[in-house]
């Protein structure tokens, strides 16, 4: 297999060189090259500014990071166009290893005390991908999401770390969005905002064995933001365990019109620890109460079963299920559940939801 070597194009791991350039001189190269090849990072740390890698390539490419590459300190930098790595148009790629660190602390600073900032730079994105392998990358302190995952397709990401603090605004962990067919597995996130959340389009999705928190948990939401949304479908999370998060599993949407769905999600075989809202549908979300003209989401909720969750909920109501007024939830079922709070029964609340329940299922049942 070639392989090209980013430092022999001039990139140096000192941390302190732009090797930006270099980068995608190795890119260029290996995208051309008939026969599979390598992108290859060795040890070392590399400054590195906004990284478009174009695709479509004649070849699978390999991008193998052994080192650690960093964003410059002023934010401003990448924070501009929204990406600071990005993969566009690139079918059969795989990324393995490695550590980036986008050093967001400065950006969160400027966005919590109200000033001007950019948009601010999501860290690693796949847009218009299919074939996608990322293993084994250690992701901190994005600036805005770490990893995102648009208009593509069988996406397998495995044994991932990501970290930013939990006070950090905007700072999911895996964000999905108008994609099929991806697999998230293995994995322990620690952020600032949802650890994985699954937007509109989502479909076919598997997550398991995912450590999250500090976070916001695993959100399929927030979705109505518009009328004609794509709808979210056939999902599963499972054997997954939540630490200290704002939510365990969630789906929300905003309270206002939309010709969008969710149905056929599994949540299973879930721990929840000292979690604030351990299993919750939010179908009322209208921060500040603007933007939302009737007060009640036009997204239909079905098909979707909350099974084998366990553990300890920070609140009285461990499991609320809020349903729209207009759309009612269906087909939900809830079986084998038990949610305790400061060593007690929890509380459950129910409205506009239809289902059923199996086994115990504590707090009491209120479908």
Known sequence: MPSFNVQRYGARG????????PF??????????????????????YLVRNLVF??????????????????????WSIGNSGYWILFAKVNRISVSGGTIDARGAGYWSCRKNGGHC??????????WCNNVRLSGLTSLNSQNMHVTVHHSSNVRIQNIRIRAPSGSPNTDGIHVQ?????????????????????????????????????GHGISIGSLGDYVNEEGVQNVTVTSSVF???????????WARPSRGFVRNVVFRNLIMRNVDNPVIIDQNYCPNGRGC?????GVKISGVT????????????????????????????????????????????????????????IPRNCL
């Open 243 to 253: 630490t200290k998060t704002q939510n365990g599993v969630r789906i929300k949407t």
């Open 118 to 127: 950019p948009q601010g730079a999501r860290s690693m994105s796949f847009s």
């Open 293 to 297: 003209p009737r007060q009640s989401s």
């Open 14 to 21: 000192d941390g302190r060189t732009d090797s930006t350039k």
């Open 178 to 214: 108008s994609s099929s067919g991806v697999t998230i597995s293995g994995g322990t996130i620690a952020t600032g905002d949802d650890c994985i959340a699954l937007s509109q389009g989502s479909r076919n999705i598997w997550i398991e064995r995912v450590n999250c928190g500090p």
């Open 306 to 361: 909350f099974a084998n969750i366990k553990g300890t909920s920070t609140t009285p109501i461990a499991m609320k299920l809020d349903c729209s007024r207009s759309n009612h939830c269906t087909g939900i079922r809830l079986q084998d559940i038990r949610l305790t709070y400061m060593r007690r029964s929890s509380a459950s609340y129910c409205r506009n939801v239809h289902g059923r329940r199996s086994g115990v299922v």
């Open 54 to 75: 174009w695709g479509p390539c004649k070849s699978h490419i390999t991008f193998k990071i052994d080192g650690t590459l960093v964003a410059p300190s002023n934010y």
């Open 24 to 45: 995608l001189t190795a890119w260029s190269l290996a995208c051309r090259s008939r026969a599979r090849a390598m992108v290859y990072i060795p040890r070392g740390t």
